[in-house]
């Protein structure tokens, strides 16, 4: 499955430290196990000068004070909290070399970020994503990055998720919906 590096970008969702880290208060372990994986995805867009952007979910301490309905730590717990450890990325990814780096505060990278335009203002029409976790924030971003016309592969083997069931059904959701998906023994530049 080759893709044109001048019209593909890489996103890494939500590598940090509260999910992927075994201190972290949203740690899975299939997340911390998606490093390597992703890491290699990250080695490849780098030699192929393929732009790699990380998202990073970050909430700042009063997001959800005045929450009607929407109210993550409600349901997850205080988690990934803006200036935190736990919002930084993880260590183990290149990610000093990152094209870009999405700040969000919800499950989709689209949402109220400057992703849309960045992307838009570098020609780019094919995402491929990755990182964690695969049924809430990858499928979230996936799916928004379809509805704008942009092409989104989920690499299924470069993904975090807390049950393999909520993996595979991302994956299904994805590739049945709004996008396709790939392994990385799929993907190539050219």
């Given at each position: 499955?080759?893709?044109?590096?001048?019209?593909?970008?890489?996103?890494?969702?939500?590598?940090?430290?509260?999910?992927?880290?075994?201190?972290?208060?949203?740690?899975?372990?299939?997340?911390?196990?998606?490093?390597?994986?992703?890491?290699?995805?990250?080695?490849?867009?780098?030699?192929?000068?393929?732009?790699?952007?990380?998202?990073?979910?970050?909430?700042?301490?009063?997001?959800?004070?005045?929450?009607?309905?929407?109210?993550?730590?409600?349901?997850?717990?205080?988690?990934?909290?803006?200036?935190?450890?736990?919002?930084?990325?993880?260590?183990?990814?290149?990610?000093?070399?990152?094209?870009?780096?999405?700040?969000?505060?919800?499950?989709?990278a689209f949402y109220e970020t400057e992703l849309d335009g960045w992307l838009d203002a570098r020609g780019i029409d094919d995402l491929l994503i990755c990182g964690t976790l695969a049924n809430v924030c990858v499928l979230h971003t996936a799916g928004s990055a379809g509805l704008r016309d942009y092409r989104p592969v989920i690499v299924t083997d470069a993904l975090g998720y807390l049950v393999e069931d909520h993996r595979d059904y991302a994956v299904d959701h994805a590739d049945w919906l709004f996008g396709e998906t790939a392994t990385l023994a799929d993907v190539t530049f050219d």
């Amino acid at each position: 499955m080759p893709f044109d590096p001048d019209r593909t970008a890489v996103i890494v969702v939500d590598m940090q430290n509260g999910f992927c880290h075994p201190d972290g208060s949203l740690h899975a372990e299939a997340s911390a196990a998606a490093i390597d994986p992703v890491r290699t995805l990250v080695e490849r867009a780098g030699d192929a000068d393929v732009p790699v952007i990380y998202t990073r979910d970050v909430h700042p301490p009063e997001q959800f004070e005045d929450a009607h309905y929407y109210d993550e730590f409600d349901r997850w717990g205080e988690h990934v909290v803006e200036g935190s450890w736990e919002a930084d990325l993880i260590d183990d990814l290149p990610t000093d070399d990152a094209a870009h780096v999405v700040e969000k505060h919800t499950y989709d990278a689209f949402y109220e970020t400057e992703l849309d335009g960045w992307l838009d203002a570098r020609g780019i029409d094919d995402l491929l994503i990755c990182g964690t976790l695969a049924n809430v924030c990858v499928l979230h971003t996936a799916g928004s990055a379809g509805l704008r016309d942009y092409r989104p592969v989920i690499v299924t083997d470069a993904l975090g998720y807390l049950v393999e069931d909520h993996r595979d059904y991302a994956v299904d959701h994805a590739d049945w919906l709004f996008g396709e998906t790939a392994t990385l023994a799929d993907v190539t530049f050219d």
